[in-house]
């Protein structure tokens, strides 16, 4: 389980220093010193990975919260000195965490060990109008082995051994990329292409054999805003195209796909997915495994539909 927050605590207030003195302090010292290893997070997807192979081996701090937006989220100054303490920092990388990038730099020049997840996976770039490579890896449950295998080699070698973890997730992992492949075969080939408010499926496209033919926000961040000429140009491919449902992902409002669906005067679905951003725990997508099942169960339901003329 994801423990947010250090688990070290200073309890000892003015007056208790003054009468406890050096004793005290020594005891914190030894205290400080049989502390597990402190692996501190960005994303609660990774965080959520990360936990499953760490266990119990060390505290793991996630940073960002459940149901946040992993290109704005923000953390505190505690967080930010939190991640310079770190015995091993991890990230997504790729630009990803925006709101958050100069804490990790920050972290690395005071010399916290960073892992970047993307730096170990081949990579693609975005599709159309934004520039770049692609951040969003986690779509694709291959990729996520490469990641895995990375990771407990990058623990073993601060001495978190892993192994046993490893070995089981990876064998989770390579099950859900079975189960997704199976779905996804039942899904018409004219019915394979995808339109969603945001550029986040690239690497589930390439993988599962997609077209990606549009998102409504331009680029590579929700940060962005769309034109009036990029939902006009997306409410004409989805028309061309005849997929009887669009995606809005659920960290962000479905409106602009609301929109699209209006603009285009088509009968088409608007199914909300998960994508950048666990739920809370209990909810459909509270672990990154449940999260792709129930997202590859709403994409084959909504396409293996068919759209009302």
């Not at 010193?33 to 692996?39: A, E, H, L, Y």
């Not at 505690?78 to 091993?88: C, D, I, P, R």
């Not at 070698?157 to 859900?176: R, T």
């Not at 331009?218 to 997306?234: F, I, K, Q």
């Amino acid at each position: 389980m994801t423990r947010v927050g250090s688990a070290r605590r200073a309890g000892l207030g003015a007056s208790a220093i003054a009468v406890v003195g050096a004793i005290g302090l020594v005891g914190c010292a030894a205290a400080d010193g049989d502390s597990d290893p402190r692996v501190v997070v960005t994303t609660n997807i990774l965080g959520d990975v990360a936990s499953e192979l760490i266990g119990d081996a060390a505290d793991v701090t996630t940073l960002m919260k459940p149901n946040a937006d992993p290109h704005s989220f923000e953390i505190s100054a505690q967080e930010a000195a939190t991640l310079q303490s770190a015995e091993l920092v991890i990230s997504n990388g790729l630009g990803l965490e925006e709101g958050v990038e100069q804490h990790l730099e920050a972290a690395a020049d005071a010399g916290a060990p960073r892992f970047i997840a993307a730096d170990h996976l081949e990579t693609i770039p975005y599709a159309e109008k934004a520039n770049g490579p692609d951040p969003h890896f986690w779509t694709d449950p291959a990729r996520m082995i490469d990641v895995v295998e990375a990771l407990e080699t990058e623990l073993g070698e601060i001495g978190i051994d892993v192994s046993a973890n490893a070995a089981a997730y990876l064998e989770d992992l390579a099950e859900l990329d079975a189960e997704m492949s199976d779905a996804f075969a039942r899904i018409p080939n004219e019915h394979r292409a995808l339109v969603t408010n945001h550029h986040v499926f690239g690497y589930l496209a390439d993988r599962f054999d997609f077209e990606v033919i549009g998102a409504a926000i331009p680029g590579g961040t929700t940060l962005a805003s769309p034109s009036a000429a990029d939902l006009d140009e997306l409410a004409t491919a989805i028309d061309s195209s005849g997929v009887p449902a669009i995606f809005a992902e659920s960290s962000q409002p479905d409106r602009l796909m609301q929109v699209l669906r209006s603009e285009a005067d088509i009968d088409v679905a608007v199914i909300e997915l998960f994508t950048e951003s666990l739920t809370e725990p209990g909810g459909d997508a509270d672990t990154y495994l449940s999260m792709m099942r129930e997202n590859t169960e709403r994409i084959t339901t909504g396409l293996t539909s068919e759209r009302t003329p």
